[in-house]
């Protein structure tokens, strides 16, 4: 199957800081990408849609002025947690398809942020 | 959205096969059936999808019923590699394909 990384792997930061996270598709070209949160012994839940060159189509309860997702490339989109709490302690997950509806999405291994 | 239902576990033995059901009966008819499964502190792995045929790749078979309300993912010979939770998922066909994840089956494979 597909590559899909992120970086860095965890991160540890202070609270009131802002952090950024990296989605890579490394052998193929995803013209959609999507992060997901996931909280210990949950399962994941759909933070946003981006497509490449538009904004992000964000979950309903989730704040995109909290959460800035950009999709500049076909192959980077990166999650900004803005001003991190330690309540945005979690696992943020990214994945990329091709972009089709019908097409499977390809995991990234996963950020573990934790705000101290 | 498409909810859907699995088991919260079960339980297999090595070598021999494992039928992990899930249900979807609100799923729409454009909607990709995925499976995906998840070890701790990794992100998901794709495991197989498909729209009404039965699906089979070199991980597994994917079973769809003929109304599309439940499918079953086919393990021909588990190994312990494959315990892990399993999700099945909708792809929402006219929302991109973005995927709503339940709770998932967490399988456990004795030696």
């Known amino acids: 199957g597909a590559v899909v990384s992120q970086h860095p792997s965890r991160v540890i930061c202070k609270s009131g800081t802002s952090v950024k996270i990296e989605c890579r598709s490394l052998?193929?070209?995803?013209?959609?990408m999507f992060w997901y949160r996931q909280f210990p012994k949950k399962s994941l839940m759909l933070m946003a849609t981006?497509?490449?060159?538009?904004?992000?189509?964000?979950e309903q309860g989730v704040e995109k002025d909290k959460f800035l997702i950009n999709h500049a490339s076909l192959t980077l989109s990166t999650l900004t947690v803005t001003s991190a709490h330690p309540e945005d302690s979690s696992f943020y997950i990214c994945?990329?398809?091709?972009?089709?509806?019908?097409?499977?999405?390809?995991f990234g291994p996963g950020t573990r942020l934790t705000v101290l | 959205d498409a909810k859907t239902t699995q088991p919260n576990s079960m339980e297999s033995n090595e070598e021999e096969p494992v039928h992990l059901p899930c249900n979807h009966s609100?799923?729409?008819?454009?909607?990709?059936i995925h499976w995906y499964r998840q070890l701790p502190s990794q992100g998901p792995e794709y495991v197989i999808h498909?729209?009404?045929s039965n699906v089979n790749n070199r991980m597994a078979s994917l079973a769809i019923a003929e109304d599309r309300k439940s499918s079953t993912l086919i393990l021909h010979r588990a190994t312990l590699r494959d315990a892990a939770v399993y999700y099945c998922?909708?792809?929402?066909?006219?929302?991109?394909?973005?995927?709503?994840f339940g709770q998932g089956t967490e399988l456990s494979v004795k030696p």
């Open positions: 994945s990329a398809s091709l972009g089709s509806s019908y097409n499977e999405q390809f």
């Open positions: 052998d193929f070209q995803a013209t959609t």
């Open positions: 981006s497509n490449e060159g538009s904004k992000a189509t964000y």
């Open positions: 609100t799923i729409s008819g454009t909607d990709y």
């Open positions: 498909g729209l009404t």
């Open positions: 998922t909708p792809g929402i066909y006219n929302q991109g394909g973005k995927l709503i």
